[in-house]
């Protein structure tokens, strides 16, 4: 794999240095100058392991050992207003000085797979002993709402995304015959209800990336899938 970067919204890249030749990029957030990334290469300790740049790239500086022993997967990391959220085995995190120093949230210490924040809202997939689970703060993750209940059923959530008042999350089941199945729901009231979303997409949307990602004003899925947040009709990408 290789790392590139845009300035320009896309319609240049140019590729930056990355800590190893051969590796596996999970996923990567940026605030300013800095860059985080979290990856996989073979001659590294443990796998996926965390990695900083001060300088866009130019230079990196291995985090994992900033971090307790007993965390064995750091599992996303996202930028919201200048302040890095790591989702791990063991916690959440969050950087608010571009990565330098990291702070764990006590409130919860049960895994975090990801996150997703807007204001003043953290929405957060995080480890259950049955399925991983959704819960949800307002006071900055000192305290959280379980909101697994008001989601249709399912064996495990993939991905969830904040964006103004809408909530995108994707539920993954299976069937008896070993068949996995998409379902992309959202929300306008912050979990309570749900509504399935799938105008524009195949029947089965079954895929290897059940990420959401955000750019300006357009929600973008698995990267094949695009729609507006005043929208409610996924586009396919051209």
Request: aromatic share 16%.
């Amino acid at each position: 794999n290789s790392l590139y970067k845009t300035s320009n919204n896309g319609q240049n890249w140019n590729k930056i240095n990355s800590p190893f030749n051969t590796f596996t990029f999970n996923k990567i957030a940026a605030i300013g100058n800095s860059i985080c990334i979290i990856m996989a290469a073979d001659n590294l300790p443990q796998s996926p392991e965390l990695f900083l740049s001060q300088n866009k790239g130019d230079t990196w500086t291995y985090l994992t050992n900033s971090f307790p022993s007993y965390i064995y997967d750091y599992n996303d990391i996202i930028a919201y207003n200048n302040t890095y959220y790591l989702s791990t085995s063991k916690g959440l995190y969050t950087s608010n000085n571009n990565g330098l120093n990291w702070n764990k949230n006590l409130s919860l210490d049960s895994g975090f797979y990801s996150v997703s924040v807007y204001g003043n809202k953290i929405f957060a997939i995080t480890k259950s002993l049955s399925k991983n689970v959704l819960k949800k703060s307002i006071d900055n993750g000192n305290t959280w709402v379980d909101l697994r209940n008001s989601l249709p059923n399912y064996n495990y959530i993939s991905s969830v995304l904040s964006v103004g008042n809408k909530l995108y999350i994707n539920l993954v089941s299976w069937d008896g015959n070993g068949n996995t199945f998409d379902s992309l729901y959202t929300s306008t009231n912050d979990g309570a209800t749900w509504k399935l979303m799938h105008n524009g997409l195949p029947s089965n949307i079954n895929s290897q990336n059940k990420d959401f990602y955000l750019f300006n004003d357009t929600t973008y899925y698995n990267s094949l899938y695009k729609v507006s947040i005043y929208d409610t009709v996924w586009v396919p990408m051209q």
